[in-house]
């Protein structure tokens, strides 16, 4: 059976836009991609509520930063055969500069310590799955996306993903495609749109397996 590590924020996690709880099990991304696999993989979900890429962020009770936890992630996963990377939403806060071509420079490192860690065996190396965000947008009334987040930067985060996938040998999926955020906030995904994600990736992570 195949490994994969999962490794996101809240996305990941499987937060409930209007209560702040959680999605139950089957509607969480990791575990409606696990069932589609049907036996081929086991996903391990590492997803933290207002992980970055790369920013350090202590309004949390944990680190928020992606590039300080990966490693730990790694190391207590090994071996992995697939590292999937679902980032960068929370980038675009106001806090963190708000910026796309911030959080693909954060998603770059990111891969650069996948491709770096001293994996046992070495040769056990894990492809590497980027899945550009779903988009923000408006809350209810009309509201900014929860965070001071701009919905133009959103927007800009796939074409910038996939140019990065490419330049490193990643796979690349949007997952804009096929979820979009609920209107509570404007960021987070309903549950029903959360469980579509993981079924939509059992096809790209397949590939990947082969």
Known sequence: MKEILAFGDSLTWGA???????????FQWPRALEAELAGR????????????????????????NGAKALPGALAAH??????????????????????????????????????????????AKPKILIVAPPL??????GKAPAGGREIAESRLLAPLYAELA????????????????????????EAEATAALGRALAGPVAALLD
């Open 166 to 189: 490419a330049a490193t040998g990643c796979g690349f999926f949007d997952a804009a495609n096929v979820a979009d955020p609920s209107p509570a906030d404007g960021v987070h995904l």
């Open 41 to 64: 993989a086991r996903v391990i979900a590492d997803g933290l509520g207002g992980r970055t890429t790369c920013r350090d962020d202590h309004g949390g009770p944990a680190c928020r």
């Open 78 to 123: 090994m071996p992995l055969d697939l590292v999937i990377f679902l980032l960068g939403t929370n980038d675009l806060k106001a806090i963190h500069g708000g910026r796309a071509v911030s959080a693909q420079a954060g998603m770059r490192r990111l891969v650069e310590i996948v491709e770096t860690f001293p994996f046992k065996p070495r040769s």
């Open 16 to 26: 409930d836009p209007s209560t702040g709880l959680r999605h139950p099990p089957a």
């Open 136 to 141: 923000c947008g408006e809350g209810s009334g």
